[in-house]
């Protein structure tokens, strides 16, 4: 059995930094052709009640998506690697595609629960969009239903690639989706209008799962769902406290979506311009150590190397921060002329660039705070620490909506952004504190 005693701490980091490189460059690639997609939409729509409705459209499924599909993934991996560790690829194999088919029963039944309530919950989420508005709204996520259960089968199948340390494609097969969107949205917009982006999400999506799929397949992996397996408790045990951490990750930016959309038109859509380049430009980075980070962590884990798997994790934490801050500087330096040269065309303004500027470098402050949140989460997801990433998802979620209400009311949109960086810091000390003190439980 490998140990961490017979492979260099230095020689693993080594390949961890490479694995985070890889994806991080690709991902940036694929990240870039979101710009061409927001860039596409403010030429045409500026901040207009069509984006506003779009935004929020996106943000549920996309939220949902992340939450199941994305917690999945990351519980996949210590799970997946475990078991072929113990029985072999097969069993391996067959534990992902019984977990599969449970995940894709829950996209299923939350995207149908989803589409069917928007005209119970949109009103609440957005009060001040526009009847019409609001139908729009709930006509789009009818269409996304189709984007979330597509999404949900290439997040699962990239997890099995990213466990067999394949994580090129899984990188850069989503820079389909957004290019997709585009495109439909310039050549279709007379006769689809705003709705040609949720059509061109479905279709790219697709894109991408076939890649993915494609190439899961040629390695002999196995891409359809199965009802059965044999024990399935170190897959579950994991992902449902996962899945409450995933809360932490991506519920804070649904929340601000949501809560922007108080202030009144335009609102959600600087939030989403704004966070959209952050998440783009600025997270790409922490995303990449936090996938490239899993894999090395289960295998420790799964060795007893628990004592090591800490000690790399405090080296992680310095890189992934001391990275981030001056990508901080270089955001608040540079996110007026960005915003600019992106957007600031058609039917969005100087005023919209320089509203969308301060979002962007105000939701930039929390980069090093939410670049360690995500190494913390991927470590405390190894060690079994499900309690403490429940209490940090729970905390989070608290701290960002108290935030949001006092902040907002300062200083607006503004504020909701400059909300993230008190909240991610403080979830990141909790987790810090879990994950170096308290000693791992639930691990098999």
């Known amino acids: 059995m490998t140990s961490e005693a017979s492979v260099p701490a230095h020689d693993d980091d080594r390949a ?13 690639v694929a990240k870039l052709t979101a710009f061409v997609r927001e860039a596409a939409i403010a030429a045409v729509y500026g901040r207009g009640p069509e984006v506003d409705a779009f935004f929020l459209a996106l943000a549920v499924p996309v939220f949902l998506l992340a939450l199941v599909a994305g917690s999945f993934q990351i519980a996949l991996v210590p799970a997946y690697l475990a078991r072929r560790r113990a029985a072999g690829e097969a069993a391996a194999d067959a534990l992902f595609a019984a977990g599969l088919g449970r995940m894709l029963l829950a996209v299923a039944v939350g995207t149908l629960v989803m589409a069917a309530a928007a005209p119970i919950y949109l009103p609440r989420l957005a009060p001040s969009f526009a009847p019409d508005t609001l139908a729009l709204t709930a006509d789009l996520l009818w269409i996304m239903t189709l984007f979330v259960v597509l999404g949900a089968g290439a997040v699962a199948w990239g997890g099995v690639l990213n466990a067999r340390r394949r994580v090129a494609l899984p990188a850069i097969a989503p820079a389909f989706t ?35 799929g494609g190439a899961l397949r040629r390695l002999g992996g196995r891409l359809m769902p199965a009802l059965t397996a044999p024990d399935l408790a170190p897959l579950l045990g994991r992902w449902g406290p996962i899945l409450l951490a995933n809360l932490l990750l991506y519920g804070a930016g649904m929340l601000d979506q949501m809560m922007a959309a108080l202030l009144g038109p335009g609102a959600a859509s600087a939030i989403g311009y704004g966070a959209k380049l952050v998440l783009a430009g600025l997270h790409v980075a922490t995303l990449a150590i936090g996938v490239a980070v899993l894999p090395a962590y289960s295998d420790q884990a799964a060795a007893g190397n628990e004592t090591a798997l800490r000690h790399r994790l405090r080296r992680h934490l310095a890189i992934v921060v001391g990275l981030s801050v001056p990508a901080v500087v270089a955001a608040w330096l540079l996110a007026e002329p960005v915003i600019r040269v992106l957007y600031q065309r058609g039917a969005f303004g100087p005023d919209d660039t320089a509203l969308v500027a301060d979002v962007l470098a105000a939701y930039a402050v929390q980069l090093p705070a939410y670049a360690a949140t995500v190494v913390l989460v991927r470590a405390a997801a190894v060690l079994g620490l499900g309690r403490s990433l429940a209490m940090a998802a729970v905390a989070n979620l608290a701290l960002t909506v108290a935030l949001n209400a006092g902040f907002m009311a300062l200083w607006g949109v503004v504020g909701i952004a400059l909300a993230t960086t008190p909240a991610f810091l403080a979830t990141a000390l909790v987790l810090y504190v879990a994950v170096i003190r308290t000693p791992a439980v639930g691990r098999r």
């Open 16 to 28: 961890v930094a490479r694995a985070g490189l890889t994806i991080g460059v690709l991902s940036m």
């Open 178 to 212: 957004p290019l997709v969107m585009a495109v439909l949205l310039l050549v279709a917009r007379d006769r689809l209008g705003v709705s040609a982006l949720a059509w061109g999400a479905v279709l790219g999506t697709a894109i991408e799962a076939a890649l993915v």
